[in-house]
């Protein structure tokens, strides 16, 4: 049955007034989000330096697999990507169940306390910890006072503790983010849930593993996406920290991206290029999360 003359100008204007508040935003969306998008790509398929540029096709991205210098960036990153990632999730899953127990005193001083980090200014916070993992900072300092090393570890100058040092850094930023999560998660698990399983027997490692675990299964694929995501696009610490060295042996991809737009010589194509890589990367490893968690809509 076909709507009346009334109710169909009803729905329409219903409509148009729907449309309305939404039209600038949407408007907005599509001018500073998906227009620098098309815009980046075609950007990607030129090549010269400055603004001298010229149609290249797909050269650009044939050069990705011939450069060492994005090779060795690209397996950094996913070297911070593999080893940090997990260690971040499953600590904050850890913190979150510790700072949710009821006879826990000053719970709002912890929480506080743990998530601060990720409100501090990134390079005050890099800076920081930049002169902390110095040869002579504080780190190596407390270690030889504590006899727990001979001589100071060259947290910055050696290829395999400056990654460390990146590790640890961005854990320190972001463990308390995602803890949040976890902990709003958790607060939301019915207490009789664990009620009846500590009458069973199950121990508190148990519950763990076979209750919270799986019941923050959607959030703990959100942060693990999200995480992924802030990753692949580390800049900041790796910038003010290590410079990329010694030698690009802390180097990432963002931080390629930028040297290729402003420190060498100015290759814009070829860094939009690069900047289309991690956008790849992170569908791909966003499919597989997806996948690994069991979404049948992925």
Known sequence: MRASGPALRLRWK????????VLVAVLMIAWFYFYPMIQAFILSLQTGTGSNLTYHGLGNYRRLFTDSMFLTAVKNTLIYLVVQVPIMVLLALV????????????????RTAIFLPCITSLVAYSVIFKYLFAGDGLVNLMLLHL???????????????????IIIAITWRWTGYNMIFYLSGI????????????????????????ITIPLLKPIILFTSITSTIGTLQLFDEVMNIT?????NASSTISQYIYNLSFKYSANFGY??????SIVVMIILLSIIQFKVAGDRDA
């Open 14 to 21: 219903t409509s148009i007034v729907g449309w309305s508040f």
């Open 95 to 110: 913190l979150s169940v510790v700072l949710n127990d009821r006879n826990l005193k000053w719970k709002g001083f912890f």
């Open 147 to 165: 006899h727990l090393i001979s001589e100071p570890i060259p947290w910055i100058t050696d290829p395999f503790w400056a990654k460390v040092t």
């Open 187 to 210: 607060q939301n698990i019915e207490p009789t849930i664990y009620e009846a399983a500590k009458i069973d027997g199950a121990s508190a490692v148990t519950q763990f593993f076979r």
């Open 243 to 247: 410079q990329g060295g010694p030698g």
């Open 271 to 276: 860094a939009a290029t690069v900047s289309y």
